[in-house]
Nanobody, 121 residues
Framework: QVQLEESGGGLVQAGGSARLSCVAS????????MGWFRQAPGKQRELVAT???????NYADFVKGRFTISRDNAKNTVYLHMNSLNPDDTAVYYC???????????????WGQGTQVTVSS
């Protein structure tokens, strides 16, 4: 199977920055899209940003101009650089990857355990 290990969450002051990282490991043949989702208390999980294996990016409107997603294909790692954070960004951030395992002919969705980001006002 695949493990997605996130790091970089924590407590940040409003207006500050943070960087999240997520490393995928396991019997991986290839990874298509990677991305970040978030879920605030009492709300549904929502897309933050995605990046394709070719580097094409997609952002939710509420993070455009503030967050930047990137990935290192050689390291099976995706990053989320977050700037100008505000209390509304407080949530658990989940890493996602669309992965094809060795000896499989299809891609499957995998999720990390989540990392808490708390923005204080």
């Amino acid at each position: 199977q695949v493990q997605l290990e996130e790091s970089g969450g924590g407590l940040v002051q409003a207006g500050g920055s943070a960087r999240l990282s997520c490393v995928a490991s396991g019997r991986i043949f290839s990874i298509n899209d990677m991305g970040w989702f978030r879920q605030a208390p009492g709300k549904q999980r929502e897309l933050v940003a995605t990046v394709s294996s070719g580097g094409s990016t997609n952002y939710a409107d509420f993070v455009k101009g503030r967050f930047t997603i990137s990935r290192d294909n050689a390291k099976n790692t995706v990053y989320l650089h977050m700037n100008s954070l505000n209390p509304d960004d407080t949530a658990v951030y989940y890493c996602h990857a669309y992965v094809k395992l060795e000896l499989r002919r299809w891609f499957e969705n995998y999720w990390g355990q989540g990392t808490q980001v708390t923005v204080s006002s």
